[in-house]
């Protein structure tokens, strides 16, 4: 059974700039999220995205949207960058909404966002 | 915004010693999961405690839902440096998100 994975480990943008992140769900499950961790700090959630619609968004802008596509794997892309958005990007994906009674989700290895 | 409350923020043990982690909140969960990050990693689900009072044991590692369901807890026996890392607290919230705690971040010196 593979898990999460997430591409790229690393990257260097500048203020401006626009990045996209990627993410591969773990086998069996359709339901993806997204999560920003600032250092020393608990994750945030971004968005999900169940069946290829987003299922439910936290308190981040516009300029932070996504895809799912139909293998379920996801996007995170971001416009215009802004010093703050220096952090780590987790992905999570889990089964089947509604059958998961506890929300169980399962993290891939983040990708680590520096923007200058 | 129904935040979770972990304390204590940091923590720096000596190999052997115990350790208990907080995470509380004024209001009542259906569950809560507690998660443990190394660096460099993604945070890795340890267990989901979903009953008032239930306790449930990972080898060295004992979690308590407490009776009213507002607040939980982590105890560690005799840590070992690999118990290092940061340990989350999390709920469910609407939209199929998980709402964190600030975390506990942890380090157990040999």
């Known amino acids: 059974e593979t898990g999460v994975t997430q591409s790229p480990t690393h990257l260097i943008k500048t203020r401006g700039q626009q990045v996209t992140l990627r993410c591969s769900s773990q086998s069996g499950h359709n339901t993806v999220s997204w999560y920003q961790q600032a250092l020393g700090q608990g994750p945030q959630f971004i968005f999900q995205y169940y069946r290829e619609e987003e299922n439910g968004r936290g308190n981040f802008p516009p300029r932070f949207s996504g895809l799912q596509f139909p293998n379920y794997s996801s996007e995170l892309n971001v416009n215009a960058l802004e010093l703050d958005d220096s952090a780590l990007y987790l992905c999570a994906s889990s089964p089947l909404t509604g059958t998961s009674g506890y929300n169980e989700q399962f993290f891939g290895p983040g990708t680590r966002l520096t923007v200058l | 915004t129904q935040l979770l409350e972990q304390s204590p923020q940091f923590l720096s043990i000596q190999e052997g010693e115990n350790l208990t982690v907080y995470c509380n909140s004024s209001?009542?969960?259906?569950?809560l999961q507690w998660y443990r990050q190394e660096p460099g990693e993604g945070p890795v689900l340890l267990v989901t405690?979903?009953?008032?009072?239930e306790v449930k044991k990972l080898k060295r590692l004992t979690f308590q839902f407490g009776d009213a369901r507002k607040d939980s807890s982590l105890h560690i026996t005799a840590a070992q440096p690999g118990d290092t890392g940061l340990y989350l607290c999390?709920?469910?919230?609407?939209?199929?998100?998980?709402?964190f705690g600030q975390g506990t971040e942890l380090s157990v010196k040999p």
């Open positions: 209001s009542v969960f259906s569950s």
């Open positions: 405690v979903v009953t008032g009072g």
């Open positions: 999390a709920r469910g919230g609407q939209g199929g998100k998980l709402i």
